[in-house]
């Protein structure tokens, strides 16, 4: 099977949308800057230019990606829930099978530690935890697998006095139908994990590389 996956960590906001353009009062967007390095300006009208809006988004992936390939987006920033515009009724048309996971939903903020956010350390922990759990390293595991993992981890570790929901969306495909793509190929210790924190197997092994599809 062909996969697209869009990874993105960064600054995500939102942008009012035109009276009756769509249901929803705001856009998500991921906060894109110029060819200067520039995502505003004082007045706050140049992020309508700059920024990317989600049905902006959704159009150029689902233009991009054939139609028989599986798509999945992972996405670390503020306002993010719906990012992919699953609603739009663009995704279903093409009948493209895909799923979103986001840091936080769409009114929340996704928090940052200085070396990762919250959402992206856990999951890439979720990853070594089910890698060093499977007694068979050719067996694959599911997105909701590696969600449900993910939330575990983001409970145990969350920030004091902030809390986000990583929120999961999808379009054709649930996500214990769709195989988790990013299974690594060797053993896998998480940038999340001190020293302290690896277990013996991890302790063994070097930074694996992502590439390999679960099946």
Same mark, same amino acid.
């Given at each position: 099977?062909?996969?697209?996956?869009?990874?993105?960590?960064?600054?995500?906001?939102?942008?009012?949308?035109?009276?009756?353009?769509?249901?929803?009062?705001?856009?998500?967007?991921?906060?894109? *800057?110029?060819?200067?390095?520039?995502?505003?300006?004082?007045?706050?009208?140049?992020?309508?230019?700059?920024?990317?809006r %989600?049905?902006?988004?959704?159009?150029?992936?689902?233009?991009?990606?054939?139609?028989?390939?599986? *798509?999945? *987006?992972? *996405?670390? /920033?503020?306002?993010?829930?719906?990012?992919? %515009?699953?609603?739009?009724?663009?995704? /279903?048309?093409?009948?493209?099978?895909?799923?979103?996971?986001?840091?936080c939903? %769409?009114?929340?903020?996704?928090?940052?530690?200085g070396?990762?956010g919250?959402? +992206?350390?856990?999951?890439t922990?979720?990853?070594?935890e089910?890698?060093?759990?499977?007694?068979?390293?050719?067996?694959?595991?599911?997105?909701? +697998?590696?969600?449900?993992?993910?939330?575990?981890?983001?409970?145990?570790?969350?920030?004091?006095?902030? +809390?986000?929901?990583?929120?999961?969306?999808?379009?054709?495909?649930?996500?214990?139908?769709?195989?988790?793509?990013?299974?690594?190929?060797? +053993?896998?210790i998480?940038?999340?994990?001190?020293?302290?924190?690896?277990?013996?197997?991890?302790?063994?092994?070097g930074? /694996?590389?992502?590439?390999?599809?679960?099946?």
């Amino acid at each position: 099977d062909d996969y697209f996956v869009f990874y993105y960590t960064g600054h995500g906001d939102q942008l009012v949308n035109a009276p009756g353009e769509e249901d929803e009062a705001y856009d998500q967007c991921f906060c894109l *800057v110029d060819q200067y390095g520039n995502t505003d300006d004082p007045t706050t009208t140049y992020r309508n230019q700059v920024w990317l809006r %989600d049905d902006d988004f959704a159009e150029w992936v689902v233009e991009a990606v054939h139609d028989d390939a599986y *798509v999945l *987006v992972l *996405v670390d /920033a503020c306002h993010s829930g719906t990012i992919c %515009d699953f609603n739009s009724g663009l995704w /279903a048309s093409r009948g493209q099978k895909a799923i979103s996971i986001s840091g936080c939903q %769409d009114t929340q903020t996704s928090a940052g530690t200085g070396k990762g956010g919250y959402f +992206t350390r856990a999951l890439t922990r979720s990853v070594q935890e089910i890698q060093e759990a499977q007694e068979d390293d050719e067996l694959g595991y599911s997105v909701g +697998t590696l969600y449900n993992k993910t939330l575990e981890n983001y409970e145990e570790s969350k920030s004091l006095g902030h +809390t986000q929901q990583i929120d999961i969306h999808g379009c054709i495909v649930r996500p214990n139908e769709m195989a988790w793509p990013l299974k690594p190929v060797d +053993t896998y210790i998480s940038p999340a994990n001190p020293p302290g924190l690896m277990s013996g197997r991890a302790m063994n092994g070097g930074l /694996a590389q992502f590439g390999q599809f679960g099946q």
